[in-house]
Each structure stands twice: as C-alpha cells, then as structure tokens.
Nanobody
Framework: QVQLVESGGGLVQAGGSLRLSCAAS????????MGWFRQAPGKEREFVASISLRGGNLDYVDSVRGRFTISRDNVENMVYLQMNSLKPEDTAVYYCGARYYIASSSSRDYNYWGQGTQVTVSS
C-alpha cells in the first residue's frame, strides 16, 4: 500500500521559513518523480514544484521561484520543500504527489497523494 505522509506545516510570520517533508512508502521511490502542490480555500490545487527521479531536473511555479527549493533523498524515500521568505499568499494546504517516472506540473498526472499539511503565513 502506497503512503505519502507530509509534515512540517504550521503557522509562521511573513518573511519566515518552513521546511515541509514527505515520507514515501510502499513504492519504488526512485522510479517516481515527486511534486508539491497547494490548495487554498475556494481555489483549485496549484502546482508548486517538481523534481525528477534523481533530482537533476527541478521545476517551480513562478510565484515561488527563488524562495522555495525542492529536494529528495532516494535512500530515505523522502522529498522536501524548503520555503523561505514566506508570504501570506503562500497560505494553503500543501500536498506531495508521486508520478511514475516523469515529472509533471499537472495534478491530473500524479498517481498518489498525501493527506496534506497546513501552512499559514500571517502578515
């Protein structure tokens, strides 16, 4: 049974930092590209960042480029999202997703999802 478990969310002031983690189990992790998405109340799930199988290719939505960094550890089966210079508009539930082999910025392409972790940025 595939499980993706996010952690690390919380309440932070604008300008602060958080590091999200996603622990994967039940799949051959190194065969899956990973992505982070977010969903704010009343909005659709939005692409944030993705990382290829071995971490050589990274992609970010423009609004977080230069502030967020995605990384992965294929030994520990973990994917991370380092979020710096947080803004109130970053407030959302953040989800990690796994997609077989090829990274994508479309949520429809992902095979597995975690339950999400809440990030709230106060002004």
């Amino acid at each position: 049974q595939v499980q993706l478990v996010e952690s690390g969310g919380g309440l932070v002031q604008a300008g602060g930092s958080l590091r999200l983690s996603c622990a994967a189990s039940g799949l051959t992790f190194s065969s899956y590209a990973m992505g982070w998405f977010r969903q704010a109340p009343g909005k659709e799930r939005e692409f944030v960042a993705s990382i290829s199988l071995r971490g050589g290719n990274l992609d970010y939505v423009d609004s977080v480029r230069g502030r967020f960094t995605i990384s992965r550890d294929n030994v520990e089966n973990m994917v991370y999202l380092q979020m710096n210079s947080l803004k109130p508009e970053d407030t959302a539930v953040y989800y990690c997703g796994a997609r077989y082999y090829i990274a994508s910025s479309s949520s429809r392409d992902y095979n597995y999802w975690g339950q999400g972790t809440q990030v709230t940025v106060s002004s």
